[in-house]
């Protein structure tokens, strides 16, 4: 299988959430992905915490994290839009989307899994 820049970029930032949020993220996936010279977009999906199902959407350079409610809505994790060029640095930004993912989930199930 030959991978395209779409790939490369997804499976590089799934390398990242894995990195940064270790064991709190766990069946990560790489969705919906298209390469074309017009349009360019790939989805992460993934459990965090143990607790919420989070999506990663990236689609003509901007993305953001957002805690899947169901099939057609989610609560968005940043505070504003990003493009994936603008970001800088990944570990700050990921946990900023940690802090975010934390805040929702109550400390009692947080200290209960040893993440509190």
Same mark, same amino acid.
């Given at each position: ?14 390398? *990242? &959430?894995?990195? !940064?949020?270790? @064991?709190?993220? #766990?069946?990560?996936?790489? +969705? ?10 790939? *989805? &992460?999906?993934? !459990?965090?915490? @143990?607790?919420? #199902?989070?999506?990663?959407? +990236? ?58």
């Amino acid at each position: 299988m030959q991978l395209n820049n779409m790939d490369r970029l997804a499976m590089g930032l799934c390398d *990242k &959430i894995e990195a !940064i949020f270790g @064991d709190r993220a #766990g069946t990560i996936s790489i +969705y919906d992905v298209v390469e074309d010279p017009n349009h360019r977009a790939f *989805k &992460i999906k993934f !459990i965090a915490y @143990d607790y919420f #199902g989070i999506q990663f959407s +990236y689609e003509l350079g901007l993305m953001g994290f957002s805690i899947v409610l169901n099939d057609q809505f989610g609560v968005s994790l940043s505070k504003h839009k990003y493009a994936y060029s603008e970001v800088e640095d990944w570990e700050r930004y990921l946990r900023e989307i940690m802090a975010e993912i934390e805040l929702r989930i109550p400390d009692k199930f947080l200290k209960a899994k040893g993440w509190l």
